[in-house]
């Protein structure tokens, strides 16, 4: 038989090309888009019921709004009266003596976390002994506590008596109100401190505690040198969580004084709160012109930590 011509002779059939397919879109891109996919509904809800309502704040607080009328620009008008308003600074004030007294329940909390940290006999009937503050309503704390003060049967009294002192009526006196709050709330936020100590505690490396016996430190010198730097993390979030508890502190001042005595007990957010929504006349845009202000003190201590934070994570 004749061969084929060229042109009409079979062509051997091609060979695929080696390696792998090409991959899609999403199969290049999952590893970096699934974590945001997990995270999408937290930040729809943060953006919802945080970001909004703290622009609609800065917004509210230009007006002069009763909250059901119709609302007045007015401008700065709302800062303006801020600015000579007696109360106003009666209320930073206490704001401030909060934020200092406050700072105490983390020395305290760390002490008593070094204390539970130890293998003793019944040591977890102590832990739950301190640990109980911190599981209870602060309205529950403030009942205690007003009970505690009262002039005619409060203990507080009471153990005053036995050393010949005479009553002591701490929350309808405007000198020691404000202080006698904030032991109340003291003795829950210290538990709370505690709670982040001992959970510190358990990380702490024992073999840098070993050598650190073996160079002699001891005592002061353990503690400040060797176990204090690996508890930062829960130092941080203690001078977080105690900074927003003295800045924002609303409950304790609601049941024990309501402002009182003569609104020598306020703070800023029980004042934003008189001044929206009680009986002075629901000035929805001056009360949101103190939040305001509160959100920006918090911001700042909020911001600057965050800073130390992310230098000291630099540094490593």
Not at 71 to 97: C, H, K, P, Q
Request: with cysteine.
């Amino acid at each position: 038989m004749a061969p084929l011509p060229p042109s009409t002779a079979p062509r051997p059939a091609a060979i695929p090309a080696s390696g792998p397919a090409p991959r899609g879109w999403w199969r290049r891109n999952q590893i970096a888009i699934t974590p945001w996919l997990f995270l999408a509904p937290g930040i729809l809800f943060f953006a919802i019921y945080v970001l909004i309502p703290v622009f609609q704040s800065f917004n509210v607080s230009l007006y002069d709004w009763d909250g059901l009328g119709e609302a007045e620009y007015v401008g700065l008008a709302n800062y303006e009266e801020m600015y000579w308003d007696d109360a106003f600074y009666t209320s930073l004030r206490n704001n401030v003596i909060w934020l200092v007294l406050y700072l105490l329940a983390i020395p305290m909390g760390l002490a008593i976390a070094l204390f539970l940290n130890q293998t003793v006999a019944g040591i977890r009937i102590y832990k739950s002994l301190f640990f109980f503050p911190f599981v209870i309503s602060q309205v529950v704390v403030g009942l205690v506590f007003s009970w505690f003060y009262d002039p005619s049967f409060g203990l507080l009294n009471v153990m005053l008596g036995w050393f010949g002192a005479g009553p002591i009526n701490v929350l309808g006196d405007e000198r020691w109100v404000t202080y006698g709050i904030i032991a109340a709330g003291l003795w829950p936020q210290t538990a709370y401190c505690m709670i982040l100590y001992l959970t510190g505690l358990n990380a702490v490396d024992p073999e840098q505690i070993e050598a650190g016996r073996l160079d002699n430190a001891k005592g002061f010198r353990m503690l400040w040198h060797i176990i204090l730097p690996q508890l930062r993390p829960a130092t941080f979030i203690a001078f977080v969580v105690t900074i927003i508890g003295a800045l924002r502190s609303f409950d304790l001042i609601s049941i024990m004084t309501a402002g009182g005595p003569f609104g020598e007990s306020r703070v800023l957010s029980f004042y934003m709160f008189e001044v929206a929504l009680s009986e002075y006349g629901f000035r929805m845009g001056y009360g949101a012109a103190i939040a305001v202000v509160l959100f920006l003190i918090m911001l700042v201590f909020i911001t600057y930590f965050l800073w130390s934070m992310y230098r000291e994570e630099r540094g490593r």
